[in-house]
């Protein structure tokens, strides 16, 4: 189908829980006028999301969407050229394998392969299926959600500093920022900015407020800022509230 003109289409990944980053990065796109197909690997958890904000009067749709699954992938990119034709905005936010306490001497390693399938792969194999729609936008963004706990030169949550060591969940992040800007380079020639967002330490699960997690919105609004870039905004960074981050 054509695309069409006046709707602004943002898919988000990893949106299933009520106070994740997921939902509320789906929200405030709505609020910037986007259309948002809101994603999560269970189809009803997404339902009831984008119905919530349905309720807001925002124009939020909900899909299906594993994204260690190519056949899934594929169908859902299927279907939003079907319905929309294009799409102007990708957040690869789906991630996780927070391993807390862990050491890198001694962590299983089949559980370091499916942290860079979801965190590393994930976005991969989402951005190779989704830059021919992606093309078709006039101002066609990527943001993939990063973490200070993947970055060489951060002295405080970084590679060399972090509290916690998160082993894996560091270097899938790492691997995410090393592609970003592998990607970014490439799809520059396709008017493509592709940035990598750290939301900073946020409180997507109860309780992280009283360890100093900043407000999920908070953490959502730095990432929506890269899917407002203008045309002759930043691509290949690492940001943090609009601001670059040290690798
Ligand atoms: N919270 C923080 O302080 C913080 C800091 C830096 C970066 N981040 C990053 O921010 C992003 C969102 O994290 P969050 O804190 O909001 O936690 P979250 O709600 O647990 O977000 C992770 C989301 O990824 C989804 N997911 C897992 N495997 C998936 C798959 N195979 N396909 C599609 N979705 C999948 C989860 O869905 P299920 O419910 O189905 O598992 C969940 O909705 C993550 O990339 C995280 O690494 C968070």
């Known amino acids: 189908m054509n695309p069409t003109p006046a709707l602004k289409f943002a898919l988000v990944t990893g ?6 980053l997921g939902r509320e990065i789906a929200r405030q796109l709505a609020q910037e006028g ?8 269970q189809l009803p958890a997404a339902e009831t999301h984008a119905h919530a904000l349905r309720a807001e009067g925002l124009d939020v749709v909900a899909d299906a969407l594993d994204v260690t699954d190519d056949a899934s992938i594929a169908a859902l990119r299927g279907r939003i050229e079907v319905a929309h034709g294009r799409l102007d905005v990708l957040i690869n936010n789906a991630g996780g394998f927070y391993d807390a306490d862990a050491q890198a001497l001694t962590t299983d390693l089949w559980l370091a ?14 951005i190779q299926a989704f830059v021919p729609l992606l093309e078709k936008s006039p101002h ?27 082993p ?14 592998k990607l970014a380079r490439e799809l520059a020639p396709r008017r493509i900015l592709l940035n990598v967002i750290c939301p900073g330490f946020v409180a997507s699960h109860p309780g992280l ?27 290949g960074g690492f940001y943090r509230d609009g601001k670059p981050l040290p690798w």
């Open 113 to 126: 392969h499916q942290a860079l399938e979801l965190n590393l792969f994930g976005a991969w194999r989402m």
């Open 15 to 20: 949106a299933s829980r009520e106070t994740g």
């Open 168 to 181: 894996i969940y560091s270097i899938s992040k790492t691997a995410l920022h090393a592609l970003t800007v």
């Open 140 to 166: 066609p963004r990527i943001v993939n959600v990063g973490s200070a706990a993947g970055s060489f030169g951060d002295t405080t949550l970084g590679l060399a500093a972090h509290v916690q060591n998160v």
């Open 209 to 235: 407020e009283k360890f100093g997690a900043r407000p999920v919105p908070d953490g959502a609004r730095c990432i929506v800022w890269g899917a407002l870039l203008p045309d002759d905004g930043p691509t």
């Open 34 to 41: 986007f259309r948002v197909i809101l994603t999560a690997r």
